[in-house]
Structure formats: C-alpha cells, structure tokens
C-alpha cells in the first residue's frame, strides 16, 4: 500500500486487516477492517496521529509507508494518542523504540492508561481541550470527545485543511478498494452503509448520548474532511457520515425506522411454528421485517438489526424451566448496549413446564420495553394461538406505521 494524500502535507498511512479474527475479541468482520493512522507534516515539525495494532502485518505496512514519506526512524516529533484501544495502540512500544525522542501527547484521562498498558511514561504529556500545537503552516487543535467510546477519547482538528482526525467516532467494518468516498461504487456504498450501522451498533450504541454531545460540540468547525480510524475517509460529502452518526444516536431514545426485528430461536420446531403467524401479521400493514435466527445469526447482525426497528418481537422456548440460553445471551447484549422502548412481543412453546416467560421480564423492565403482550403455549400452538399472534402482531405494526 502507499499513502493517500488527502491534503498538503496530510496523508493516511494505514493497512487493511482480514477476516480471521473477532473485532474487540467479539464481533465478526467477514470483509475486515481498516485501521487508518495519519500524518500531519508542517514546515518545522511532524505529527503522527492514531496508532496500529500488529495485525496481519500491519505494523509493517504503515512502517513501509512512513518510510516512503521519509518518516524512517526518529524524524517524528509528536505521535498523538485520540484513543487507547489497542487495536489503536498495540503497537506502540515498537512506534516508540523507531521514534524514541517523539513526545506523546494524548488526553489527561488516556496519561494512565498509556502507564498501565505499555508501561510507558516518558515524553508522554496531556493536552487540553482546545489546546493548540503548531506544526509550522499546520496547527493541530484537541477536541475532548469523552465516551466516544472510551472516557480518554478525543479528536484532533487541523483547521488549515479542515480535517478532523475522529478515531473511533464516524468508523465502520470492512475493506475497500478506495479510502475516500467519492471513490466508492454503488454497492461498495450500500455494503458500507450496512457496515457503518453494524459497527455503531457493536461499538458504539451504547454511548449515543455521548456521541450527540460530541456531534454538538464539534458543530462550529469547518469540517471538509473527516478522517476515522476505521473505515473510509470523508472528502467530499463528511456532512453525510455525520448525519448519519446523528441518525443512529438518535434511535436510543427514538423515534426509530418503521421496521420490526423479529429474533427467535427454537428447539424441536414448536416455537418456530408460530413464526409466520407473526410475519403475516406484521407484513399485512406493509412494515419492513427483518428475521433473525439464533444461536444460527451471530449477536452482532441481530443487534445491528434491532438497533435501527422500533419494533421488536423475541421467540424463544423455555429450557429447563429458564429461557433457551442463546436468546439469553442476545438479551443481554441487547440490554447492555442500551435497546430501550421497543414495541416488543414475545411468543414461544414449552414442555412440561414454562419460565421463559419470568426471566423475560426482567428484560422488559430493565430495557423499559413497550410490551404488547405474549403468546405462549404448551407444546405446538393452535389455530387460535395462531390467530392471536397474527392480531398482536398486526396490531403492534399498526400501532408502529401510524407513528
């Protein structure tokens, strides 16, 4: 790979990793993912912002490219940490053996953890919000964008160029042929599209508050490029990813697209014998369904699904007088990444005795659920159970289209 200019004297330097791993030892990336570091190159001094972890040679791949730009080993003058993640800053005990003299410069909460992670302390120095260092002809301004999505987290803006170097904020999953989005065909775009909600949802849903406060405070730049750490960077349109961002936080609270995510799983075929049953009803007031089988759909595709639909409907049997343990799991995930207020309905089969029903609600409460009611039966429903699921569903997506 080579640098990508974005600027005079502003230039990516990054490599795309691959397919093997779990993003945060959790979440699929079956495209990947980009990890995007940059270089800042002013008439006296040079900065390289955002680090790498040693993942599929990337550290490599960026060494190559610094060197290209001629950043062999010791011309840095500052490396500035935006977040501690190590998939940002892995690698930065060997970063810091190739440029030992570079100061580090990160935000006041991120000085501890740079001790407790790599047990480094040297040239390490905190800045400011608002604090201004000059480059010579380029000035790098520190935004403290806390929670987004850790509390060290901030943003640094090269008002120059109008660039914002924004880490995680503004990221998404998967590789790309191109880094900038002008450069995007049309199904690299809607695959990114996909990919930037999926990687909200994962990463970033449970700090919407945050990531609207962030969006507020940085409203008075002039942004003309937005520069992440994951994912494609923004010349030609940055107002759309951040719109976007905007239209993702705002589903915490809502309102929500007018789609229902049915999630549901079943032992011997009872519980998904209602299942189209509740479609039927949902699809007879036109509302986009979205489908999603576990333990077969990992919790990454279901929470990026629920996340984006203002209804919610859980199948799930009962297994030994509990919840089926998959739907357990999704619930939890779901309830720790802050899914609040849902429409929600529940249906599913049991043996000789339920219980799924009474550890269900706890998520109802805990989640603030808007719970319509559930359809729950001894062995195989009904024709009148069946019945009953399509009239509660039908009546929830009504309820949801006249929203």
């Known amino acids: 790979m080579k640098p990508d200019y974005i600027a005079n004297g502003v230039y990516r330097v990054a490599a795309k990793v691959g397919s093997r791993d779990l993003f945060e030892g959790i979440w699929p990336i079956p495209d990947g993912v980009m990890l995007n570091s940059y270089v800042v190159k002013g008439t006296e001094k040079r900065a390289?912002?955002?680090?790498?972890?040693?993942?599929?040679?990337?550290?490599?791949?960026?060494?190559?490219?610094?060197?290209?730009?001629?950043?062999?080993?010791?011309?840095?003058?500052?490396?500035?940490?935006?977040?501690?993640?190590?998939?940002?800053?892995?690698?930065?005990?060997?970063?810091?053996?190739?440029?030992?003299?570079?100061?580090?410069?990160?935000?006041?909460?991120?000085?501890?953890?740079?001790?407790?992670?790599?047990?480094?302390?040297?040239?390490?120095?905190?800045?400011?919000?608002?604090?201004?260092?000059?480059?010579?002809?380029?000035?790098?301004?520190?935004?403290?964008?806390?929670?987004?999505?850790?509390?060290?987290?901030?943003?640094?803006?090269?008002?120059?160029?109008?660039?914002?170097?924004?880490c995680d904020g503004f990221g998404s999953y998967g590789r790309y042929e191109s880094c900038f989005d002008d450069e995007l065909g049309a199904n690299e775009r809607a695959h990114l599209d996909s990919e930037t909600e999926r990687y909200y949802a994962n990463i970033v849903s449970s700090f919407s508050t945050f990531v609207q406060r962030g969006i507020s405070k940085l409203a008075t730049l002039e942004i003309k490029v937005i520069a992440p750490s994951h994912g494609v960077v923004w010349r030609t349109n940055p107002g759309q990813i951040i719109d976007h961002y905007s239209r993702l936080a705002s589903y915490m609270q809502g309102p929500r697209e007018k789609e229902v995510a049915i999630v549901w799983s079943s032992m011997y075929g009872n519980t998904e014998a209602l299942l189209q049953s509740i479609v039927d009803g949902i699809e007879s007031e036109g509302l986009p369904v979205h489908i999603l089988q576990v333990p077969q759909t990992h919790a990454s595709f279901v929470l990026e699904k629920v996340w984006r639909s203002e209804g919610l409907v859980i199948g799930m049997p009962t297994y030994e007088y509990k919840m089926f343990p998959p739907m357990y799991h999704i619930l939890d995930i779901l309830e720790r990444s802050h899914v609040q207020g849902r429409k929600t309905l529940r249906f599913g089969s049991f043996g000789w005795s339920g219980g799924a029903q009474k550890q269900f609600d706890v998520f109802v409460d805990a989640m603030k659920l808007d719970y319509k009611g559930s359809i729950e039966y001894p062995g195989s429903p009904t024709p009148e159970d069946k019945k009953k699921a399509y009239d509660l569903a039908k009546a929830m997506a009504r309820e949801i289209k006249e929203l």
């Not at 100061?103 to 604090?131: C, Q, W």
């Not at 987004?148 to 008002?159: A, D, L, N, R, S």
């Open 48 to 166: 390289l912002i955002d680090l790498v972890k040693d993942w599929d040679g990337a550290l490599d791949t960026v060494f190559a490219q610094l060197d290209s730009l001629g950043l062999g080993a010791g011309c840095l003058d500052y490396i500035i940490i935006n977040h501690m993640e190590p998939d940002h800053t892995a690698a930065m005990g060997q970063i810091i053996a190739r440029y030992p003299e570079a100061e580090i410069l990160a935000s006041e909460k991120a000085i501890p953890l740079i001790k407790n992670f790599y047990k480094i302390e040297k040239n390490v120095r905190a800045v400011k919000d608002g604090e201004v260092v000059d480059l010579g002809g380029k000035t790098l301004t520190f935004f403290m964008t806390p929670n987004i999505h850790w509390p060290e987290t901030m943003m640094t803006y090269v008002k120059e160029d109008g660039v914002l170097f924004s």
